[in-house]
């Protein structure tokens, strides 16, 4: 699918940016891929994926999001504004993170594609405020044909660069058709 060369390398590129805990150079050990299920449609936000087995979906009003099975990642997938206003949610989901997570460290924006849909990239690596542990965060937002998508990986854990396959998963099978 069109997302897989822009979220094969958000791994990759969070361990090379000196991601990890070890103060070293880390080496990504990718873990095998979970199995996908059957198709699910969110009508509301016109978001079609399938989930890797054991993910437990949560509508809320105007959000879906996905936790793993381990609950070690998370994904939300939100529409909160028009199309042409892609680039300020970018830039405020990445505010809103370093206003409220520890040591956050935003590496480059990346342009792709996402959910078959033009897309902005951010990667994060950062600590959660209360206890300090790593979290990596992947924000992204597509330009649909009416609304504007904005899609958050967090992913902690004892290896958050491991749960990210997981998400990859995920989003390699994610349309987004609003």
């Given amino acids: 699918m069109a997302a897989i060369g822009l979220?094969?390398?958000?791994?990759?590129?969070?361990?090379?940016r000196g991601g990890g805990d070890s103060g070293g150079t880390d080496v990504p050990v990718a873990p095998e891929p979970p199995e996908v299920g059957e198709v699910e449609f969110d009508r509301d936000l016109g978001v079609e994926l399938r989930l890797p087995e054991g993910w437990k979906r949560?509508?809320?009003?105007?959000?879906?999001?996905?936790?793993?099975?381990?609950?070690?990642?998370?994904?939300?997938?939100?529409?909160?504004?028009p199309a042409r206003d892609v680039k300020q949610i970018?830039?405020?989901a990445v505010r809103t993170i370093k206003a409220e997570y520890r040591d956050?460290?935003?590496?480059?924006?990346?342009?792709?594609?996402l959910g078959e849909?033009?897309?902005?990239?951010?990667?994060?690596?950062a600590?959660?405020?209360?206890?300090?542990d790593p979290v990596r965060i992947l924000v992204a937002t597509?330009?649909?044909?009416?609304?504007?998508?904005?899609?958050?990986?967090f992913a902690?854990?004892?290896?958050?660069n491991a749960a990210l396959v997981e998400a990859q998963v995920l989003l390699n099978n994610l349309r987004l058709e609003g």
């Fill in 58 to 81: 949560k509508h809320q009003r105007d959000a879906v999001s996905f936790r793993s099975e381990d609950g070690s990642v998370l994904i939300a997938i939100t529409a909160p504004g």
């Fill in 90 to 92: 970018q830039e405020a």
């Fill in 104 to 113: 956050v460290d935003v590496g480059g924006e990346d342009r792709g594609k």
């Fill in 117 to 125: 849909r033009p897309a902005r990239v951010a990667a994060v690596a």
């Fill in 7 to 16: 979220v094969v390398a958000i791994p990759v590129t969070i361990a090379m």
């Fill in 142 to 153: 597509a330009r649909g044909e009416k609304v504007a998508y904005l899609v958050e990986v």
């Fill in 127 to 132: 600590r959660t405020p209360k206890n300090r």
């Fill in 156 to 160: 902690a854990g004892a290896d958050p």
